[in-house]
């Protein structure tokens, strides 16, 4: 018997299920914490018009060479990359969510894997 496993891709903040392609993976700071959530592009530009009248009158802080504002963009590299990093994540021991942000430290050793 053959067993297919599929993964859907879902906006964090109202569910909605999208093409992967689609998703924007956006970092925003507040007190000392980062985070990262996975939107919709129509949530990830409210998103935002919401921190742009606070980011235009802050300062961007420079740690090393690089800079950290009050949010980025970024699309992810690839239409499954959330999935691969999941699927990878789990095979080696780490304690992931479906959906939602992965953790920097799950990323950062994605990254620094061996093929």
Request: no cysteine.
């Amino acid at each position: 018997m053959a067993v297919k496993t599929f993964e859907r891709v879902v906006d964090d903040l109202d569910g909605t299920e999208l093409a992967p392609m689609s998703v924007e993976s956006v970092s925003f700071g507040i007190d000392g914490e980062t985070f990262d959530i996975d939107l919709s592009s129509t949530n990830a530009a409210m998103l935002r018009d919401i921190f742009a009248p606070y980011a235009a009158a802050a300062r961007v802080v420079s740690i090393g060479d690089r800079e950290v504002g009050a949010y980025t963009r970024t699309v992810l590299p690839s239409a499954h990359a959330g999935t691969q990093i999941r699927r990878w994540a789990r095979e080696h021991g780490y304690d992931v969510s479906p959906r939602g942000a992965i953790p920097r430290e799950v990323r950062d050793a994605y990254a620094r894997r061996e093929d």
